[in-house]
């Protein structure tokens, strides 16, 4: 296993048995530590066997162990995390009815990637944009985050987030930005038709060039003493807004 990048190991119960349910030719090998076991053990192997996937048994202390990532006793070597093209994601999109979109700028925290990856998956997003450069990568640390959630939308990198937005708009799409100073907050502003959903960095929000490109502002409003929330938390909040108010009025 020391041989094999990082990136492209996946750790954890959730995300495997998700990989192998949808997306089984992606994993190469699973590789699970002698001695664990239980009814979820027991799934991602016989999901594995039936669909041709090696399964390999390694004892406690050969099996590969990180700081940062809580691996259950059992993770799995995979093909990189898969991307699509702008065209594909606004091809998507463009056959449901009120399709969402998430975008993602300077999202530097593998953690907040992965669970707003989550979230959006959870809210029936049809994928996330997030630019090459100044993004967070798709790594094992961001898939675990994800609970197995990036099997279940389409993950597409940009070069330009600006220049991507001006093309998202152009295909129907209504760009709403996170921004802390909004004057109209998200339980004020109706979210209706195509959506488009641009979710700041953790330290400075969107930059200058994306803001611009949204064609509305909005905040989430506080009740205490601070002033903004975590950003995969903020998207959370206004992606589940999003859903109630589809679910009200349909």
Known sequence: MSNQPDDDLLWGIHPILEMLRLQPKKVREVVIQQGKGGNKIQEIITLAQEQGVKVRFLPSQRFPSSPD?????????????????????????????QPLIVALDSIQDPHNLGAIIRSAAAAGATGIIL??????PLN???????????????????????????????KGFWVY?????????????????????????????????????????????????????NASVAAGVILFEIVRQRQVGS
């Open 69 to 97: 990532k809580t691996h259950q006793g059992v993770l799995a070597k995979t093909a990189p995390i898969a991307t699509c093209s702008l065209h594909e994601l606004l091809k998507k999109a463009g056959g449901e009815q």
């Open 177 to 229: 930005g996170a921004a802390g100073e909004a004057k109209h907050t998200v339980y004020e502003t109706k979210f209706s038709g195509s959506v488009c959903l641009v979710i700041g960095g953790e330290d400075k929000g969107m930059r200058p060039l994306v803001r611009e490109q949204c064609d509305e502002l909005v905040s989430i409003p506080m009740a205490g003493s601070l002033n903004s929330l």
């Open 131 to 136: 630019p090459k450069d100044r993004s967070a």
């Open 140 to 170: 094992a640390t961001a898939a675990k985050a994800a609970a197995g959630a990036m099997a279940h939308l389409k993950l597409c990198l940009v070069t330009n987030l600006a220049t991507t937005l001006q093309t998202v708009k152009e």
